[in-house]
């Protein structure tokens, strides 16, 4: 029905929205409702897919650079409680930011076809979309945040959800705010039917991992399933096997991760060689057959990330009222997060249900890895995986990471160390990938040893200004 593009029309040409995207484009942005955030800014990209003009696309790309490099947590998401609200271990992220982030990176990936989007997308539906949902899938909370330490969580949430009851699990997500309860139910099936894409030359795009079939029309209009075989993201190897009504000819396509740097590709088990495009992917062509097959593998190897948790931004305070005055003081604390090909993980807090920790367990910890090894100071233990799986603490991949016994009594204005720690008794801590815990550490405080050779601190906004 064209009329609903003629409003599209008139709605984009009014003189607030064009205002909005100049904004953008010229790097001002309003920390607002981190869900309506996530919202609003596919909307120019989706527009320039009917308009053509590349300002629209590049507003979104300003909008989705500015959250993420201002509010990216280490799950993939940005924190929103319900504000945008900077970077830190006790920042809350609704559970609606992870169907909303999903929702709106799709459409990214789906208008430019570059696979980074797909490497967003399966950080945090591996990693947030699994943490704030009962193991049972009968319950779920509000918020999740990166380190959850305590039952009776931090005392910090909703204005309708007082106190800790946005991080319990009940089977309203929260009193009185059904919203995650219904945007929940979106983040399975939108990853699910976006793992395979149309191309415009007649083939199929492999944009996201997981076991899966699809059944679809290649080439010239030919019939074609396509099952995958995997444990993807806990194995590496991804097996690809193809069934046609006929022969026909038809390009597949295959992203690969951006942290993968080593890809293998065979074709009816034989190796081929094959160079990833400006945007990420592989093309296969070739005349297809129902006894074909390709096998992927992605080798999986430990990245670390080294930044500074910040203080709450200012629009905080006009939301949240309650919030005490010290959370808003400038200050910069430095943290180190551990990933495993598309996996974050957690030292996990050992809980007797997702509401409640078992008593007596040790989460005081500081990393005390070595940078300069890269990671291969990281023990990487695979295990067997059960089937079904629910995603237990019994994992199947766990890191043994160096650390340190550390006094440490974290609050909302001082969540980490307020810098690099000595001393204190040596340990090897396990981690398990962070979708599988309810209580667990993930952004964790650093040793002066770990810390050597971090990336340049990132600045807090008073000091960027203090620079200008």
Not at 120 to 126: I, M, P, T, V
């Amino acid at each position: 029905d064209k009329r609903l593009l003629d409003r599209a029309i008139l709605a984009m040409d009014r003189p607030e929205v064009q205002s909005s995207i100049n904004d953008w484009l010229s790097g001002k942005f309003n920390p607002c409702h981190t869900v309506c955030y996530y919202e609003i800014i596919r909307i120019p990209a989706m527009f320039y897919s009917w308009d053509g003009n590349q300002k629209y696309l590049e507003a979104s790309r300003k909008a989705f650079d500015w959250v993420d490099s201002e509010h990216m947590l280490p799950y993939g998401v940005a924190s929103g409680g319900e504000f945008l609200s900077g970077i830190g271990p006790f920042r809350l992220t609704e559970t609606c930011d992870v169907a909303a982030s999903l929702w709106s990176r799709i459409w990214m990936y789906r208008i430019t076809g570059e696979g980074s989007w797909g490497d967003q997308l399966e950080a945090e539906f591996f990693n947030a979309a699994a943490a704030p949902i009962a193991r049972d899938f009968q319950t779920m909370c509000y918020y999740q945040s990166p380190n959850r330490l305590l039952s009776e969580s931090q005392p910090i949430g909703h204005p309708l959800c007082p106190g800790p009851d946005g991080l319990r699990f009940t089977k309203l997500g929260c009193p009185e705010v059904l919203c995650c309860v219904g945007n929940m139910n979106r983040i399975l099936p939108n990853y699910i039917i976006h793992m395979w894409m149309a191309t415009e030359d007649g083939g199929l795009a492999a944009g996201l991992y997981g076991p899966c079939q699809v059944h679809a029309l290649a080439g010239d209009h030919v019939p074609v399933k396509l099952t995958c075989r995997t444990d993807y993201p806990f194995r590496d190897t991804v097996l690809v096997k193809v069934e046609s009504s006929r022969e026909t000819t038809f390009p597949l396509y295959f992203r690969v991760p951006g942290w993968c740097h080593a890809m293998e590709i065979k074709v009816n088990g034989r190796m081929i060689n094959v160079e990833p495009s400006a945007q990420g992917f592989v093309r296969i062509y070739r005349r297809w057959t129902s006894s074909d097959s390709v096998t992927l593998r992605f080798p999986m190897t430990v990245r670390l990330a080294r930044a500074y948790a910040d203080e709450y931004p200012e629009a905080n305070k006009q939301y949240f009222g309650y919030l005490p005055a010290d959370v808003f003081v400038p200050k910069r604390m430095p943290y180190e997060s551990v990933y495993y090909g598309p996996l974050l993980f957690s030292l996990p807090i050992p809980d007797l249900d997702p509401n409640t920790l078992a008593p007596g367990e040790n989460w005081r910890f500081a990393l005390d890895n070595d940078p300069r090894k890269n990671g291969d100071d990281i023990v990487v233990k695979r295990h067997s995986m059960s089937s079904p799986w629910d995603w237990s603490l019994d994992a199947p991949i766990t890191l043994k990471v160096p650390a340190r016994e550390i006094d440490w009594n974290p609050t909302m204005a001082q969540s980490l160390p307020s810098g690099p720690l000595q001393g204190g008794g040596s340990r090897m801590i396990s981690l398990v990938p962070y979708g599988c815990t309810k209580f667990r550490v993930s952004m964790f405080p650093v040793t002066e040893k770990a810390w050597e050779g971090a990336a340049p601190p990132r600045l807090a906004e008073s000091e960027q200004k203090s620079h200008q």
